[in-house]
C-alpha cells in the first residue's frame, strides 16, 4: 500500500487556529495581548513622538527667505590675475579666459578692480564691470565692453 496525496497530513502541532482577540473573557479577551494600561494599551504611539522631548520637527527652524532660481552667478577675474595671464595686454574675452583656463564654458565673468594694470591696455569683453574696474581699465586706455 502506498501514500497517496489526500493521505498527507501536517505535523501534529505545526498547525494552529488563529488566535481571535477580544472576544470575550474565556480567550484573551479581557486585554487582547496589550499588557495592562499604558498608551501602547490604550490606542498607539503616534509616528515622530520622542517620549516627550521636543520633536525634531519642531527643534529644528523653519526655512526663511528665498532663493531665485533664476539667479545669475558670476565668475569674478581681478585685474591683477588679468595682467598675471596676459602681460602684454591687448583683446580679452571669454574666449581667451578659457582657453587659459580660467573660466569655463558657459559660464558667465565679471571683472572686479583688484590690482593695478601697471601701464598695461586691455581692449576687455565680459558680461559685467564694476565701477573700480571700469575706471582703471579706461585711465589706462582701454576700453570695457559688456557682452
Not at 33 to 53: H, I, N, Y
Not at 68 to 79: A, D, E, G, I, R
Not at 82 to 101: D, N, T
Request: a positive charge; one cysteine or more.
Amino acid at each position: 500500500m502506498s501514500i497517496r496525496i489526500h493521505d498527507l497530513r501536517p505535523a501534529p502541532g505545526s498547525k494552529t487556529e488563529k488566535t481571535r482577540v477580544g472576544r470575550g473573557e474565556a480567550s484573551k479577551g479581557k486585554t487582547a495581548g496589550r499588557g495592562t494600561k499604558g498608551t501602547r494599551a490604550r490606542k498607539g504611539v503616534p509616528a515622530g513622538f520622542e517620549g516627550g522631548q521636543m520633536p525634531l520637527q519642531i527643534r529644528l527652524p523653519k526655512l526663511k527667505g528665498f532663493k531665485p532660481h533664476n539667479k545669475v552667478v558670476f565668475q569674478v577675474v581681478n585685474l591683477d590675475r588679468l595682467v598675471e595671464l596676459f602681460p602684454e595686454g591687448g583683446q580679452v574675452g571669454p574666449e581667451e579666459l578659457i582657453a587659459k583656463g580660467v573660466l569655463n564654458k558657459n559660464e558667465r565673468v565679471k571683472v572686479l578692480g583688484q590690482g593695478d594694470l601697471e601701464g598695461v591696455k586691455f581692449d576687455l569683453k565680459a558680461h559685467a564691470f564694476s565701477a573700480s574696474a571700469n575706471e582703471k581699465v579706461t585711465a589706462a586706455g582701454g576700453t570695457c565692453e559688456s557682452i
